[in-house]
């Protein structure tokens, strides 16, 4: 079986603080929950269900480092679509719509939402253009039927739900599914052999122009602390005359 | 020769020139006078090698990068009680061996990643920055230096396909058994014996001070074939866990490495099989002194990076702390302290890095091995000295994992050879 | 024919009060709007939606549609609109919406934008407010095309009052036979609670790592949610660590509340958590640890344990 998994480069939401000292330079890396989504597709390999995991990202240059790491934690080879705009989600989908025609794999597994963007829509829409079943929130996967279908337990605001899909599908990772392997220097070693293949959208056969702009950013403004209480009555006593809410 | 140019200077300037200081690319500009404030300019923190005639290349950037990372999210756990409780962290040790550290410097057909010797040491001054736990270090050079670097310079084949595998991947501990009651800085008047009988060896004699005693699964001992030929008759052995006859007795408590676990070994009758005869019979004074002057070139590396999280440490602490009305750094008898473990820790990594270059280009380094251990020893323990009186009483408190380090450095002037011992050795090199 | 069109969820029993806000959107951006329903068996649910303003309930009820299968959901929604001419096409956040409405977008060809939580009009065009980086930051965004998907973040609006005239429920008609049969529903807990819906109760009591075990975590977060008649919450690390389930989850991937009072045990204040309660009228937070982040963010703080601290503070809510 043949896995795709789709990683997006972003800053890394975690200052890194390294025994004390802190690290200046704003750090690039994958998508923790694109993280999830490799890890387990090293999983089902392990299993020996999966013969090849391909890696896949759209980014500038600068993005062969994150690369590297899904290589070091055990992707054979990655693509990188070489295209350094600002891309909307759907943009993205038919990106990797065509990226998938290209490599043709049986499962596509991808995070169900970057953590910079916060959209959680790309796994949906990618389904949608390949007219394939998806299964997205995926907290536990398993092969059914000689690989033929996919049993997934879901995520869902009402608790846990069990849908079956047939491949080929794509899933979307949540948090909960597994927990990334940290990469090891021989990983990292062997990394170092291992193809990325850098394609424009021109070379993949593909045209997008993404259909949103991004007209400003801004910090919401902070909300203030508030004041110390010193034991439960007077928190009752605040709650009750001061913020009114008891 | 010092280059003091603000922007980074043209190739020329990078020309091969022995110990020519560049300030770094990414401290140039408007992050120069805050890199150079914090400490970091010039170290390792932004990858940037501040001293020898070259910077590291891409894929030695990412490695200590990786080795960093890993490092600060996986290892500082539960110090302060370990250290209390002289607890070793088995948890942090597989860690490290599936990382890859403990095989760095092992060929690849073995298990290990082939490191060079400057990268090793490059790896390991990261690791001691990024890891609080000198103990758990100090294992791992116990490790490193005293049996699989022995094996990969004197093991047959076999023995290196049967043992390197696992202790490149931290499954097999390693350790070695060679000081006595009686035979510390006098390495080589050890007696405890070992008697060929048959296809065995039985080895009688007591060790102490083996580091990794209780924990290991292999150890390199050495042990006497015939006292009349004296240095020229100590043979090594490999000594599994468990060998019959062999008793690692009663955990040794220390002031400081207290998470590294050390003990005394006795050897009644213990039986070894031939084929774990380490190099040939009477060629163990040999393979001691060369995997010595690795250790003497390597096991303070870490140190050098704890040195650097000391600065950090104290140049923060010297900033924030206000008495008198100012921050403590603006007091000259403070900064004076802060600048000296600046130059100790920079002139460390200087002998640190040239020792590991040398080592890689050619094969006699025993001159440099012993100065690189004499030098980072002493600069550790003063920094660590420093360090304390600057947090002040804070400084006392375990809490504040200060006075640790101190406890902790104190020993480097101890073991691999004593600092007398390195005196003595480089004394004689220089034909005295 | 109506310019919006709103996708209502419902839990084969009733309406999902948080997908009501969703009106509030259309409203603001004008022009008629209708309201979708796919399911089947929806009388009961179809008829409690006709006072809301809408220019039509329209339903699509069919045994192929009584799970919510994204597939066919999706193709529905997509013919829906395609039949009804809508524009907008509009939902409120939640797991159903995301899983379907992204799916219907790209059927549509149109881009969607996630969690809008106010809209601005500028020379006549209109653009989009969205948290971004976990809530940390906003974009104003604006989208090209004939048609766009929107979802809301149901706190940054307002239900609507069931109080228009009536309007008619029309039956939206489609081939079931053609529809995909890629996904197959299995199974899900059913889990029904007295305590009021997480994101819509008045009161929120929310519980971290500190509280040891599930038993605990029901007694003490439990304990003091029900003194308040609030709904019980929970942090990533409190569900990994199995005291909570997965939907009692707030923060950044999980579910986003703004009560009046929010009430934080043992809760240090991750940036992802902190982005599921920014907009609480009230939080106050109890922790050991004087530093916790958390404090920055309290309108009232107090450093204590809270194995001390909230069977008293129950006490003291039964006893006034």
């Known amino acids: 079986m043949k896995i795709l998994v789709s990683f997006k480069s972003v800053p890394d939401p975690n200052d890194v603080t390294i025994a004390g000292a802190a690290v200046s330079t704003p750090k690039s890396v994958i998508n923790p929950f694109d993280e999830i989504a490799i890890e387990e597709a090293l999983r089902i390999r392990e299993r020996g269900e999966a013969t090849e995991i391909v890696g896949v990202t759209i980014g500038a240059p600068a993005v062969d480092e994150q690369i590297r790491a899904a290589l070091a934690m055990g992707v054979d080879c990655a693509i990188r679509i070489d295209d350094s705009r600002a891309l909307d989600p759907y943009a993205v989908a038919r990106i990797l719509s065509a990226v998938v025609q290209k490599e043709a794999p049986h499962v596509v597994i991808m995070g169900k939402q970057a953590v910079d963007d916060d959209s959680n829509q790309v796994g949906q829409m990618l389904a949608g253009l390949l007219g394939w079943p998806q299964a997205t929130f995926v907290s536990k996967i398993e092969f059914l039927d000689n690989k033929t279908r996919a049993r997934c337990t879901r995520e869902t605001d009402a608790g846990l739900e069990v849908v079956e899909v047939n491949l080929p599908a794509i899933i979307t990772t949540d948090l909960r599914l597994n927990e990334p392997r940290y990469v090891s220097l021989p990983g990292l070693i062997k990394a170092r052999r291992k193809p990325i293949e850098a394609l424009t959208c021109d070379q993949l056969g593909v045209t997008v122009r993404p259909l949103t702009t991004v007209l400003s950013i801004a910090r919401p403004p902070k909300r203030a602390a508030g004041t110390r209480v010193e034991s439960v009555e007077e928190l009752i006593t605040k709650l009750k005359q001061e913020a009114k809410v008891l | 020769m010092v280059c003091a140019c603000l922007t980074a200077p043209p190739r020329a300037c990078r020309v091969a020139v022995y110990r020519v200081y560049r300030v770094t690319p990414a401290a140039c500009g408007s992050g120069v006078a805050e890199a150079v404030r914090d400490g970091t300019s010039g170290s390792q923190a932004d990858g940037e090698l501040n001293g020898m005639d070259f910077a590291w290349s891409d894929q030695q950037r990412e490695l200590l990068d990786a080795v960093g990372r890993f490092a600060s999210q996986q290892l500082n756990y539960n110090v302060i009680e370990n250290d209390r409780d002289s607890v070793f962290n088995h948890d942090a040790w597989k860690k490290c061996g599936s990382f890859g550290i403990q095989g760095l410097p092992v060929p690849a057909e073995y298990g290990g990643l082939g490191m060079d010797p400057l990268t090793t040491v490059a790896a390991l001054e990261r690791l001691g920055y990024a890891c609080k736990d000198n103990g758990l270090l100090f294992s791992i050079n116990a490790h490193l230096w005293t049996a699989v670097t022995p094996l990969v310079y004197n093991g047959s084949e076999a023995q290196k396909k049967k043992y390197l595998p696992g202790l490149c991947n931290g499954t097999i501990i390693g350790g070695n058994a060679m000081s006595e009651p009686n035979s510390g800085s006098d390495a080589f008047s050890l007696t405890t014996t070992a008697v060929k009988k048959g296809s065995r060896y039985i080895i009688n004699g007591s060790k102490i001070f083996v580091t990794n005693g209780p924990i290991a699964d292999l150890l390199v001992v050495f042990a006497t074939v015939d006292k009349t030929r004296g240095p020229d008759g100590i043979s090594a052995f490999l000594v599994e866990k468990d060998s019959p006859g062999m008793n690692v007795a009663r955990k040794l408590e220390k002031m400081g490495v207290r998470t590294s676990p050390m003990a005394e070994v006795f050897f009644e009758n213990c039986e070894v099989p031939e084929e774990n005869l380490l190099g040939n019979e009477g060629g163990g004074a040999f393979l001691f002194t060369r995997s010595m002057t690795w250790e003497r070139g390597c096991i303070l590396a870490s140190a050098v990076g704890s040195m650097q999280r000391l600065l950090e440490t104290c140049i923060r602490y010297a900033n924030e702390r206000k008495q008198g009305g100012q921050s403590i750094g603006k007091y000259q008898l403070v900064a004076s302290k802060i600048v000296d473990m600046k130059v100790r820790v920079e002139s460390s990594r200087h002998m640190l890095y040239h020792y590991g270059w040398l080592s890689g280009h050619r094969k006699a380094v025993y001159l440099e091995a012993a100065m690189t251990k004499l030098h980072i020893a002493d600069c550790w323990v003063k920094c660590c000295e420093d360090a304390i009186q600057i947090h002040g009483g804070y400084g006392y408190m375990t809490e504040y994992e200060v006075e640790r380090e101190l406890r902790d450095a104190v020993g480097s002037k101890l073991y691999s050879g004593t600092s007398e011992i390195q005196r003595n050795i480089i004394a004689s090199m220089l034909g005295l | ?320």
Request: aromatic content about 4%; hydrophobic content about 45%.
């Open chain 3, 1 to 320: 024919m109506a310019e919006s069109l709103i996708l209502i969820e419902h839990d084969r029993q009733q309406v999902k009060r948080p997908s009501l806000h969703a009106i509030a959107l259309a409203r603001q951006l004008g022009g008629e709007y209708a309201l979708l329903l796919l399911g089947h068996g929806l009388e009961g649910i179809a008829a409690s939606l006709v006072s809301y303003g809408a220019s039509a309930v329209v339903v699509a009820d069919d045994p192929a549609l009584a799970e919510p299968l994204a597939d066919r959901y999706a193709k529905v929604v997509a013919e829906a609109v395609r039949k009804g001419g809508a524009k907008t096409i509009l939902g409120t956040s939640s797991t159903f919406s995301k899983d379907v409405l992204p799916r219907a977008a790209a059927l549509l060809d149109a881009p969607m934008v996630t969690d809008v939580v106010a809209i601005e009009e500028m020379d006549g065009s209109i653009s989009y407010r969205r948290p971004i980086n976990a809530g940390s930051m906003f974009a104003t965004v604006k989208v090209e095309g004939d048609r766009r998907i929107l979802t809301v973040r149901a706190t940054a609006f307002e239900p609507p009052a069931a109080n228009a005239v009536p309007c008619p429920i029309k039956r939206f008609d489609f081939d079931a036979a053609s529809l995909p049969n890629g996904i197959q529903f299995i199974s899900r807990e059913e889990r029904r609670s007295d305590r009021p819906d997480l994101t819509e109760a008045r009161v929120v009591v929310s519980g971290g790592r500190p509280l040891k075990d599930k038993e605990t975590f029901e007694r003490l977060v439990g304990g003091l949610a029900d003194a308040l008649g609030g709904a019980i919450g929970a942090t990533r690390a409190a569900v990994d660590a199995g005291m909570a389930p997965n939907d009692y989850q707030i923060g950044q991937t999980g579910k986003i509340v703004a009560p009046e009072l929010y009430i934080a045990l043992g809760i240090s204040g991750a940036i992802q958590h902190l982005a599921g309660i920014k907009d609480s009228r009230v939080i106050v937070a109890i922790n050991k640890d004087p530093d916790a982040p958390i404090f920055q963010m309290a309108t009232y703080a107090l450093v204590g344990d809270l194995y001390e601290i909230v069977p008293q503070l129950i006490e003291s809510i039964r006893r006034a």
